[in-house]
């Protein structure tokens, strides 16, 4: 069994700052790409950030310039620094994460449950 969980989310005013953590925990062999999606209503899923095992990253670009992402390996933990948050951030935030088990022969994708944003002007 392999597990994301989110936590960080909450309500805050335009120009405020979040930061997001998903820790992932389980049967882990090892863990690669690990990234932050979100879904506001009525819109698709869109990938936010993304990170490498080696720390290399890119970001959607409606947040670069505000949003930062990081991992401490150790930790298995990836975070998501969000400064300038505006209204339209607001969404539930997903970890994503590309992770070889102990009983799988395949790195596969896992998604955390989600946490909420919500920026308010």
């Known amino acids: 069994q392999v597990q994301l969980v989110e936590s960080g989310g909450g309500l805050v005013q335009a120009g405020g700052s979040l930061r997001l953590s998903c820790v992932a925990s389980?049967?882990?062999?090892?863990?690669?790409?690990m990234s932050w999606y979100r879904q506001a209503p009525g819109k698709q899923r869109e990938l936010v950030a993304e990170?490498?095992?080696?720390?290399?990253?890119n970001y959607v670009d409606s947040v670069k310039g505000r949003f930062i992402i990081s991992r401490d390996n150790a930790k298995k933990t990836v975070y998501l620094q969000m400064n300038s948050l505006k209204p339209e951030d607001t969404a539930v935030y997903y970890c994503n994460a590309d992770i070889q088990s102990t009983v799988r022969r395949r790195t596969n994708a896992y998604w955390g449950q989600g946490t909420q944003v919500t920026v308010s002007s």
């Open positions: 389980g049967n882990i062999a090892s863990i690669s790409d």
């Open positions: 990170i490498t095992s080696d720390g290399r990253s």
